[in-house]
C-alpha cells in the first residue's frame, strides 16, 4: 500500500489503533486495484509468455528452456517490485483449468466441461436462453474460428425481442 493511504483504513480493537501495512481484500476495490498493479508489473509480460487474472498467474512457454529462463523473468519482476508468492498455493510444471482453458503441455485447449455443457443445451425458447447460448459460444470464441459471422442469425433474434414474448 501506499504509505499516504495507510491511515485511510485503521481500524480500533480493544482501545489501540491498528493499520495495514498490506491491501487487504476484503475492501471493496482491492480485487481491480491488484489486476492493475499486475498489469502494471509484467505490462510486458502479459500476452507474451504469461497470463494474469487477479492473483492468478500462468507462465507458459514452448520449451523447458524457453520455460526457464521465462520463470527467471517473472521472478525477477517480482523481486524488483518487492512482491513474494505464497509457495503453498505455488504450482508449477503442470496443466489444468485456468480462466475456463485446458493448460497442457500441447497448446492450449477448450475446456471439455464448456463444450459438453454447449452440446447438452436444449434450443432457445426464451431471449434468456439464447443470450445464455450466446454467452456460452462467445466464451470458446478462441477456439471457434470466424464465430460472429456464424452466431449472427442468433444475435439478430436477440434484437426481435418479440418474438421470444
Known amino acids: 500500500m501506499y504509505d499516504r493511504d495507510v491511515g485511510k483504513i485503521t481500524f480500533i480493537f480493544e482501545a489501540s489503533n491498528y493499520y495495514y501495512q498490506v491491501m487487504p481484500f476484503e475492501l471493496k476495490n482491492a480485487g481491480a486495484t491488484y489486476q492493475r498493479l499486475m498489469d502494471r508489473v509484467f505490462i510486458d ?3 507474451r509468455n504469461m497470463e494474469v487474472y487477479v492473483d492468478d498467474m ?6 523447458f528452456d524457453q ?3 521465462n520463470l ?3 521472478f525477477g519482476r517480482l523481486r524488483k517490485f518487492n512482491m513474494r508468492l505464497n509457495p503453498a498455493k505455488c504450482v508449477f510444471g ?4 485456468f480462466l475456463g482453458f485446458m493448460l497442457t503441455h500441447s497448446p492450449i485447449e477448450a475446456n471439455p466441461d464448456k463444450c459438453s455443457t454447449i452440446l447438452d443445451t436444449q434450443s432457445p425458447t426464451t431471449l434468456k436462453e439464447v443470450q445464455s447460448l450466446v454467452g456460452k459460444l462467445t466464451s470458446l470464441s478462441w477456439f471457434l474460428p470466424k464465430l460472429t459471422e456464424k452466431i449472427r442469425p442468433i444475435v439478430k433474434t436477440l ?3 418479440d418474438k421470444f414474448q
Open 45 to 47: 509480460q502479459i500476452g
Open 58 to 63: 500462468v507462465v507458459k512457454s514452448g520449451t
Open 67 to 69: 520455460h526457464l529462463a
Open 72 to 74: 527467471n523473468e517473472v
Open 94 to 97: 503442470v496443466g489444468g483449468k
Open 159 to 161: 434484437k426481435k425481442t
